[in-house]
């Protein structure tokens, strides 16, 4: 099956310093990337949207200057959170899809998450 | 506003108990639905998808689901469950949200399995 992979599982960084996360789909290739949040015991909230290529759509209320996300390729999307602060502590997922603008009936395939802590 | 419900936050169960976990949805037209499972160190793995057809929605790992838009739910159900079943289920509804398509999910339930 489809397989999306993460790098790294977890982070451990300093306040004020930049992290990048990666997000690959192994076997196929991802032209939708989806990039979500999740807190302890809660569910996920979507962030953002990346088509190949262009720019991605963030969710209202996330900060596109502080969560820069890049698809630059079929098989890569990068999440970056800038200036990261303890309150961007969190579960970090992405997901690919391997139809772009397709239908909804399309199944996501889920990266295994990056844990970021920052200090 | 689209919406998805999991009205049980945590469930237990025996091992080898039936299992019903609920869903309700709010959506405006015919909804794609969706049933994933989230267990620790792994991603989240579709377990089974809705979108037309049959109402009973076969899975895997025994799981299935049914359709009743009558009631605006998509309960996922299996006859007996194991103690490798314990994680998190997500449901999920697909929404259209101008050019973009995207999932909106359910606060989850826990299930925990007694030996």
Redesign the interface.
């Known amino acids: 099956g489809a397989v ?1 992979s993460q790098h790294p599982s977890w982070v451990i960084c300093k306040s004020g310093t930049s992290v990048k996360i990666e997000c690959r789909s192994l076997d196929f290739q991802a032209t939708t990337m ?1 990039w979500y949040r999740q807190f302890p ?4 909230m ?1 962030m953002a ?1 990346s088509n190949e290529g262009s720019k991605a ?1 963030y969710e209202q209320g996330v900060e596109k200057d502080k969560f820069l996300i890049n698809h630059a390729s079929l098989t890569l999307s990068t999440l970056t959170v800038t200036s990261a602060h303890p309150e961007d502590s969190s579960f970090y ?1 992405c ?1 690919a899809r391997d139809r772009a ?5 399309d ?7 990056t844990r970021l802590t920052v200090l | 506003a689209q919406s998805v419900t999991q009205p049980d936050i945590h469930i237990t169960v025996s091992e080898g108990a039936s299992l019903e976990l609920r869903c309700n949805y709010s959506y405006g037209a015919t909804p794609y639905l969706f049933w994933y499972v989230q267990s620790p160190g792994q991603g989240l793995q579709l377990l089974l998808k809705y979108f037309s057809g049959d109402t009973l929605v076969q899975g895997i790992k025994g799981f299935e689901a049914e359709f009743k838009r009558s009631q605006s739910s998509f309960n996922l159900r299996k006859p007996s469950v194991h103690w490798s079943d314990a994680a998190e289920y997500f449901c999920a509804v697909g929404a259209e949200a101008g050019n973009n398509r995207k999932l909106i999910w359910g606060l989850g339930t826990s299930l925990a399995v007694n030996p």
């Open positions: 999306v989806f015991k809660q569910s996920l979507l949207t759509t997922i997901s603008g397709a239908y909804l009936a199944t996501q395939y889920f990266g295994p998450g």
